[in-house]
């Protein structure tokens, strides 16, 4: 897995912080890391996610193609904006941007 986020990710990520009321440029990471404790867990930003991308595809709303161009190629090609994303690129790209980390630990209660 690349470092770097995906197009899709970059999307992803952009809603993440979305549903919690947030920008995601020019933070510390303590504000990082406050953010990331507010996040509800990866099923119900997965859900939130995919409704907010059947609404945009519902009302014909595509703001941007997706090219994966790159030197070399012999054409440009390009990628409709995506109407829903998979659970694992919800994942990757908390994983990839250092939010899941940043998360607290679910704490576990000790067996009786």
Known sequence: ??????SKENIALDLIFHYVGESRINRTSEEYAAIAAK??????????????????????????????????DDHIWYEPFPKSLSMETVRNAEVKSGMRALRPKPSRRAKR
């Not at 897995?1 to 995906?6: E, I, Q, R, V, Y």
């Not at 996040?39 to 991308?53: A, C, F």
């Not at 609404?55 to 997706?66: H, K, Q, V």
Request: net charge negative.
């Open 1 to 6: 897995m690349s470092k770097h986020l995906t």
């Open 39 to 72: 996040l509800p867990p990866l099923k119900v930003l997965h859900g939130y996610i995919n409704d907010v991308l059947a609404s945009c595809a519902e009302a014909d709303y595509t703001p941007f193609e997706i090219s994966y161009f790159k030197a070399g």
